[in-house]
């Protein structure tokens, strides 16, 4: 077992960890390091997971080879807003790795987010359920999980497709 993840949780915190497959949405078992830190920020308490995934040494994604090495790491800052009243951040150590053969480099797979996104998809999830209920407002939404309104429309426009009504064959104006 990894020394940086507690087997017995004595805090909150700790008890978030021993629950990754719900906060996170991930296995435990995939996770090879997370750190938690509080910090204060634009006027918000802030929880942070520091997150390193175990290396699974991928082929490469250009020429698919086998034998590719790590070149260096990349930090990710993802918002990641899944426990309610409380702003969260996960800062995702990727690793880059480098093909000998075609001598290109390509980054880990992320599984809290798609490609050039900063809002983890069990966030987008949370948004678009709480969208549903109609006395919700894209601005009270946004609040809640730390995003901009416009934001919040975006993920909508994005996620939802509502079919227009037809419009009858004739209008009457008086």
Known sequence: MNKNIPS??????????EGMDAYFGIPRAAIETCHIS???RD???ITIFEV???DHNPPCIHCSNLKTTVHGYRTSHIKHS???GRNCEIHLKRRRYYCPVCQRTFSEENPFVTRRRQISLETVVNIL??????EETFASVARRYGIGASTAMQ????????QRQPL???ICID
């Open 168 to 170: 009858s064959e004739y």
């Open 43 to 45: 006027g918000k308490d």
């Open 129 to 134: 359920e709480d969208l549903k209920k109609p």
């Open 8 to 17: 017995h949780p004595s805090t909150e915190l700790e008890r978030i960890i």
């Open 38 to 40: 509080n910090t204060y």
């Open 82 to 84: 899944v426990l309610a």
């Open 52 to 54: 390193q995934l175990k």
């Open 155 to 162: 993920i909508f426009d994005t996620h939802v497709d509502m």
